[in-house]
T-cell receptor, first 111, second 117 residues
Framework: RKEVEQDPGPFNVPEGATVAFNCTYS??????FFWYRQDCRKEPKLLMS???SGNEDGRFTAQLNRASQYISLLIRDSKLSDSATYLC????????????FGAGTQVVVTP | DTAVSQTPKYLVTQMGNDKSIKCEQN?????MYWYKQDSKKFLKIMFS???????INETVPNRFSPKSPDKAHLNLHINSLELGDSAVYFC????????????????FGPGTRLTVL
């Protein structure tokens, strides 16, 4: 079983709609969580960290569910520019400096 | 100013050759990383250095040898290149060593697309 799993998608979303997707992680010792965004043929860039109580950044909302070991990302009012692959990243303090990346969820926002 | 830079951006070479990829960060970060992203888009960590010292060495063939002359640079040398080495290699850096939680945002370089023929 992969340490970090994501639905690869693609999620086809009409412009203005809401889309949400999850990421599950296998190691309960995981301590910090992030969502990164990767555009085609570009480097990953941090979208947002995920805090225990959940957090919001504009149209993006991230949640953490430790009991079920997953994090989620919700995008409201989708824009064409939100089309990208969203990577879930998990870090475990017992694996010094070792960030585990999911394979990504592709989101395609259509006009 | 580019925060994390890599050279070259594209590298096309024959099987059996030896090649190097260079990475530099001007963020003052203590930790640098090399990742490999294959055709399935899965990003896998290869190496991590903290203040020039190797802290992570994943199951990577010993044909791959990282070198960190100082904490702002982490280069990757690959000997005897094989077809399966074709991938995009990303360098990244972060302030901490992965122990400080949310201060450990990673900043990635633009990637080096390696094609082995």
């Amino acid at each position: 079983r992969k340490e970090v799993e994501q639905d690869p998608g693609p999620f086809n979303v009409p412009e203005g709609a809401t889309v949400a997707f999850n990421c599950t992680y296998s190691n309960s010792a995981s301590q910090s969580f992030f969502w990164y965004r990767q555009d085609c043929r570009k480097e990953p860039k941090l979208l947002m960290s995920v805090y225990s109580s959940g957090n919001e950044d504009g149209r993006f909302t991230a949640q953490l569910n430790r009991a079920s070991q997953y994090i989620s990302l919700l995008i409201r009012d989708s824009k064409l520019s939100d089309s990208a692959t969203y990577l879930c990243v998990v870090n475990m303090y017992d694996s010094w400096g070792k960030f585990q990346f999911g394979a990504g969820t592709q989101v395609v926002v259509t006009p | 100013d580019t925060a994390v830079s890599q050279t070259p951006k594209y590298l096309v070479t024959q099987m059996g050759n030896d090649k190097s990829i260079k990475c530099e960060q001007n963020l003052g970060h203590d930790t640098m990383y090399w990742y490999k992203q294959d055709s399935k888009k899965f990003l896998k960590i290869m190496f991590s250095y903290n203040n020039k010292e190797l802290i992570i060495n994943e199951t990577v063939p010993n044909r791959f040898s990282p070198k960190s002359p100082d904490k702002a640079h982490l280069n990757l040398h690959i000997n005897s290149l094989e077809l399966g080495d074709s991938a995009v290699y990303f360098c990244a850096s972060s302030q901490g060593e992965g122990l400080a939680g949310h201060t450990d945002t990673q900043y990635f370089g633009p990637g080096t697309r390696l094609t082995v023929l």
